[in-house]
């Protein structure tokens, strides 16, 4: 099974260079590392890494996107292998634009995923708790915001107006890494079926339309491990940037519920599929 590859630089200058149909990481007090591009599902690089140029090649030949994030997640960038053809469900697709009756049952279907899928979120993080079928979008937002709220000052050293603004500042930070570590997940199962990923409805005429339509219904996963990160007591923000342990702890979790993740990711390609078919009738 293909697993992501993750590069962290944190003063221990990793390299990467390509070795025939492999990727050769090389760092200070290391072995080099060999791993074939076969393995690789994706690639995410945070910090300063040195990559050549043929090993980006070698990614995009073999259809492996690569994430860029800096330390402090001022800056991120995603390569992706270039297809001039039109995605094979293309046509297909755009029959969701036919009328607005259609739009809005692809909407209704999103939001009615998004709250299903917040509603799983809340189940976790208050477990015993009894919730209606139907929470409401701002009864979600409170209770994540209040929720995450008691945990962020955990991390904060400063009075209470700074240490406002500081959580406020490093919860964007640590929720962001994770929003596209997300994204890339599904941006990869929207590549594999064939399907445009600019092609959007709710986020129309936008690059990533459908990536941002689809990531609608999985952001409160984001929600979830954003909240799991602040209630380690662990010292993992340091100056506004993650530390070393900071970004394991964020990879730690995040593969660890990556399987799940990734099949609630097909199953709602799958109900797309479905919907497009119904509109073929």
Same mark, same amino acid.
């Given at each position: 099974?293909?697993?992501?590859?993750?590069?962290?630089?944190?003063?221990?200058?990793?390299?990467?260079?390509?070795?025939?149909?492999?990727?050769?990481?090389?760092?200070?007090?290391?072995?080099?590392?060999?791993?074939?591009?076969?393995?690789?599902?994706?690639?995410?690089?945070?910090?300063?890494?040195?990559?050549?140029?043929?090993?980006?090649?070698?990614?995009?030949?073999?259809?492996?996107?690569?994430?860029?994030?800096?330390?402090?997640?001022?800056?991120?960038?995603?390569?992706?292998?270039?297809?001039?053809?039109?995605?094979?469900?293309?046509?297909?697709?755009?029959?969701?634009?036919?009328?607005?009756?259609?739009?809005?049952?692809?909407?209704?279907?999103?939001?009615?995923?998004?709250?299903?899928?917040?509603?799983?979120?809340?189940?976790?993080?208050?477990?015993?708790?009894?919730?209606?079928?139907?929470?409401?979008? =701002?009864?979600? *937002?409170?209770?994540? #915001?209040?929720? $995450?709220? @008691?945990?962020?000052?955990?991390? !904060?050293?400063?009075?209470?107006?700074?240490?406002?603004?500081?959580?406020?500042?490093?919860?964007?930070?640590?929720?962001?890494?994770?929003?596209?570590?997300?994204?890339?997940?599904?941006?990869?199962?929207?590549?594999?079926?064939?399907?445009?990923?600019?092609?959007?409805?709710?986020?129309?005429?936008?690059?990533?339309?459908?990536?941002?339509?689809?990531?609608?219904?999985?952001?409160?996963?984001?929600?979830?491990?954003?909240?799991?990160?602040?209630?380690?007591?662990?010292?993992?923000?340091?100056?506004?940037?993650?530390?070393?342990? =900071?970004?394991? *702890?964020?990879?730690? #979790?995040?593969? $660890?519920? @990556?399987?799940?993740?990734?099949? !609630?990711?097909?199953?709602?390609?799958?109900?797309?599929?479905?919907?497009?078919?119904?509109?073929?009738?």
């Amino acid at each position: 099974m293909k697993k992501p590859l993750y590069l962290v630089e944190k003063g221990n200058k990793v390299t990467v260079h390509r070795d025939g149909p492999s990727l050769l990481i090389t760092s200070r007090n290391k072995a080099p590392m060999r791993i074939p591009v076969r393995k690789i599902d994706k690639v995410v690089i945070i910090g300063n890494i040195r990559i050549d140029a043929n090993s980006i090649i070698l990614c995009a030949e073999n259809k492996i996107p690569v994430l860029f994030i800096t330390p402090d997640n001022t800056e991120k960038a995603l390569i992706l292998p270039y297809n001039h053809k039109l995605p094979k469900h293309y046509k297909e697709q755009r029959l969701i634009l036919q009328s607005q009756e259609t739009m809005i049952r692809y909407k209704k279907w999103i939001y009615t995923r998004r709250s299903i899928m917040q509603l799983k979120i809340l189940k976790e993080l208050f477990k015993g708790f009894s919730f209606p079928h139907e929470i409401g979008e =701002g009864n979600y *937002q409170f209770l994540i #915001r209040n929720f $995450s709220q @008691r945990h962020q000052m955990n991390h !904060s050293h400063f009075c209470h107006s700074e240490r406002s603004e500081e959580s406020q500042s490093n919860w964007i930070m640590v929720k962001d890494i994770i929003e596209n570590f997300l994204r890339a997940i599904i941006l990869g199962r929207i590549i594999q079926a064939g399907l445009d990923p600019h092609l959007g409805i709710i986020h129309k005429r936008v690059n990533f339309g459908l990536l941002l339509d689809l990531f609608l219904i999985f952001e409160p996963e984001a929600d979830f491990q954003t909240i799991k990160f602040f209630q380690s007591t662990k010292s993992s923000i340091h100056n506004g940037e993650l530390t070393e342990v =900071g970004v394991k *702890q964020i990879i730690d #979790r995040f593969e $660890s519920r @990556r399987e799940s993740f990734t099949q !609630s990711v097909e199953t709602v390609i799958d109900e797309l599929f479905e919907i497009i078919k119904d509109l073929r009738k």
